[in-house]
């Protein structure tokens, strides 16, 4: 018999995995809008910058926002706010209005990311969050498959405007399961004025720890620069699958369930034999295979070498991702997370936007195979000299 508080935690699940869809059929169609319309891989990766941006945007006044509203009415506003901007997208065919909409959809997005860890962390006991996140990766990775399995399989009947619209609904039907969920406590905070004073001492704080725990920091560091390397190179990849490899629409979609799908395999290994994996290994091993990945799928010539190439990048990622995040979590301390964190980000966030666009502007000189490659390879030499870093200094990485 199911309980209040497990049919909460199946509604906020429901709710959650019906965003993640969504998310991957708007990803899918919008790529594909903007590519049809343009034949520009550049204009992809001006979209690929605008979550960077929205990041920066809002990481310094959301916070004190979520604390002293109704973050379920917050969340509530914000999927709806998302459904109507969405809902305008297909009406244009100006490519500045579809960026200007599609900023104010990465805003929300940010500030609901953020509203969403906060509601989680505040509804589920601490004795099940372990179990949640779990259940919570688990339905990310079949969302990952679903998107584009749903996504190609629309664009097979319908058009992508057509598939944008598709999205809307899948908005508004996880606002109307956020209403169902309780109200969570609003935090009393005092003084959440953000002053310079306040914002410099932050700083000063986290550049003591990072002087203090060095190598903490630069494993972090390299978490952060997977981060925008593989938004970097993933920027042109709608672009090289449509014009180098010539997928259509519905192959394109097919690809991305099959990334999908390597998710799904990699996180049920990386989960059954997760006591026999060191975070030196799953770091190590699993950031330098998933570059591999990226450069055999930019060799690519025909549509199976893709379809393996992308399957492989799927199945290595959640190890490197499982590894990192494991890693910093155990690490570093709870109570400045939250500043590392928002601190770094800001490195983060200006790193993706001047990687993404400088490949995104090479797209335009060169060949998009050949910025593939070279991103690749780049990312590959990055991931070697990680492995070198973990494994030379193996004895002092923390476990």
């Known amino acids: 018999m199911l309980t209040l508080k497990k049919t909460y935690i199946l509604l906020l699940l429901l709710g959650l995995g019906i965003s993640n869809i969504g998310a991957w059929i708007y990803l899918i169609a919008l790529n594909l809008k903007i590519f049809n319309q343009t034949q520009s891989a550049l204009s992809i990766a001006i979209l690929y910058t605008l979550s960077p941006v929205a990041m920066l945007v809002v990481s310094f006044w959301a916070g004190s926002l979520i604390d002293r509203l109704n973050i379920r009415k917050m969340m509530i506003f914000l999927d709806c706010f998302r459904a109507i901007c969405i809902l305008f997208i297909p009406t244009t065919n100006s490519l500045i209005g579809i960026y200007i909409l599609s ?200 549509f199976s070498h893709v379809l393996i190439s992308m399957l492989f990048i799927g199945f290595c990622l959640p190890f490197s991702q499982t590894g990192f995040i494991t890693f910093y979590q155990n690490n570093i301390p709870t109570s400045i997370l939250g500043r590392f964190q928002s601190i770094v980000g800001v490195v983060e966030a200006i790193g993706i936007i001047i990687f993404t666009l400088t490949l995104g502007y090479l797209s335009t000189l060169f060949s998009l195979r050949l910025v593939g490659i070279i991103g690749s390879f780049l990312f590959f030499l990055f991931s070697l000299f990680l492995f070198y870093i973990i494994y030379f200094k193996k004895k002092n990485f923390p476990y």
């Open 103 to 302: 900023f104010l959809v990465q805003l929300s997005n940010a500030i609901f990311t953020t509203a969403s860890t906060v509601y989680i962390t505040k509804l589920i006991p601490v004795n099940e969050r372990q179990k949640f996140n779990s259940l919570k990766i688990l339905i990310q990775s079949c969302g990952a498959i679903l998107g584009p399995i749903i996504a190609g399989v629309l664009l097979l009947f319908i058009s992508t405007n057509q598939t944008i619209y598709f999205n809307t609904c899948i908005l508004l039907f996880s606002a109307s399961i956020i209403y169902f969920l309780p109200n969570v406590q609003i935090s009393q905070t005092e003084n959440t004025d953000l002053s310079f004073k306040v914002i410099k001492k932050d700083f000063l704080t986290i550049v003591m720890y990072s002087k203090k725990n060095h190598f903490i920091f630069v494993i972090y560091c390299f978490f952060l620069g997977m981060t925008i390397f593989m938004t970097a190179i993933d920027s042109i990849e709608a672009a090289f699958s449509k014009s180098v490899i010539d997928l259509t629409d519905a192959e394109y979609g097919f690809l991305l369930s099959i990334f999908g799908t390597g998710i799904l395999l990699g996180s049920l290994i990386n989960t059954l034999f997760a006591k026999y994996f060191s975070l030196s290994f799953l770091i190590g091993i699993g950031t330098l295979t998933t570059s591999i990945g990226y450069i055999s799928y930019y060799s690519s010539f025909n």
